[in-house]
T-cell receptor, first 111, second 112 residues
Framework: AQRVTQPEKLLSVFKGAPVELKCNYS??????LFWYVQYSRQRLQLLLRHISRESIKGFTADLNKGETSFHLKKPFAQEEDSAMYYC?????????????FGTGTSLTVIP | NAGVTQTPKFQVLKTGQSMTLQCAQDMNHEYMSWYRQDPGMGLRLIHYSVGAGITDQGEVPNGYNVSRSTTEDFPLRLLSAAPSQTSVYFCASRTTANYGYTFGSGTRLTVV
């Protein structure tokens, strides 16, 4: 099955510390990977797409096909980064080219 | 553009009642999907559509129906509500170019 694994349900870091949210995927074709962020009781917002190789709000993510990972990183965490983060997988081998989401990681940045 | 609009924001139903969650987008997106969000389970795909007149089932379709008569609208119908359908429901849309889904603000549904 094509799936996404986020091994950490909860992650706490101190303000100014580096943060890494892990995402591993299982997919037999060329994956399209995304990170979404959800601030408290709000809608999900697209944070990053692997194909665009951009940096948003200081976050970056690199697709590692060898390790089948797409970890989200930020060198210096800020309090406003506290949120729920979801990794999502899409691809032409998935029925209807749909998105499949991981179970999410709740990040808390401690002041 | 309003983006993706969902109504209502909150709803309480009694077991066995039916209702329709509304979703509309004004971005002319071809793809639309419904997800439910439950603690510890992330987002699970209920139904999706790749264009007007075309719908298909996702991971958890039982108890839900959808239709897509126009590009803009993608309503989700609960046929006979059950407590297990208590959840937050998100509608999302995107283009075929797949720059990522745009999500609505969600409907928080409680079935008692």
């Amino acid at each position: 099955a094509q799936r996404v694994t986020q091994p950490e349900k909860l992650l706490s870091v101190f303000k100014g510390a580096p943060v890494e949210l892990k995402c591993n995927y299982s997919y037999s074709g060329s994956p399209e990977l995304f990170w979404y962020v959800q601030y408290s009781r709000q809608r999900l917002q697209l944070l990053l797409r692997h194909i665009s190789r951009e940096s948003i709000k200081g976050f970056t993510a690199d697709l590692n096909k060898g390790e089948t990972s797409f970890h989200l990183k930020k060198p210096f965490a800020q309090e406003e980064d506290s949120a729920m983060y979801y990794c999502a997988l899409s691809g032409r081998l998935l029925t209807g080219n749909q998105f499949y989401f991981g179970t999410g990681t709740s990040l808390t940045v401690i002041p | 553009n309003a983006g993706v609009t969902q109504t209502p924001k909150f709803q309480v139903l009694k077991t066995g009642q039916s209702m329709t969650l509304q979703c509309a987008q004004d971005m002319n997106h071809e793809y639309m999907s419904w997800y439910r969000q439950d603690p510890g389970m992330g987002l699970r795909l209920i139904h999706y559509s790749v264009g007007a007149g075309i719908t298909d089932q996702g991971e958890v379709p039982n108890g839900y129906n959808v239709s897509r008569s126009t590009t803009e609208d993608f309503p989700l119908r609960l046929l006979s509500a059950a407590p297990s359908q208590t959840s937050v429901y998100f509608c999302a849309s995107r283009t075929t170019a797949n720059y990522g889904y745009t999500f609505g603000s969600g409907t928080r549904l409680t079935v008692v």
